[in-house]
């Protein structure tokens, strides 16, 4: 599980659909998400900065805290 002391990283596949789910609980969350894509990184609470990302590409989310659904969303969407 996660801790403030540690960055937490998942790789996710994310459709435009999930982003918006993806953006709803990342702002949910009281610590920093971040997204990367090749040379891309945005802010993951931001809807314009997600949904600039390339979404047939797998996306790294950086986050630096904790949050059941938040975690249960990235379960979803992760890959291997």
Do not use: P
């Amino acid at each position: 599980y996660g801790s403030v002391d540690k960055v937490n990283e998942i790789r996710i596949l994310l459709s435009a659909e999930g982003v918006v789910e993806f953006v709803k609980l990342a702002t949910e969350c009281d610590f920093d998400i971040d997204a990367h894509c090749k040379r891309l990184h945005v802010d993951g609470k931001s809807i314009l900065g997600m949904m600039s990302m390339d979404l047939n590409h797998v996306l790294t989310v950086q986050y630096y805290g904790y949050s059941v659904r938040f975690e249960e969303m990235l379960a979803r969407y992760a890959v291997a």
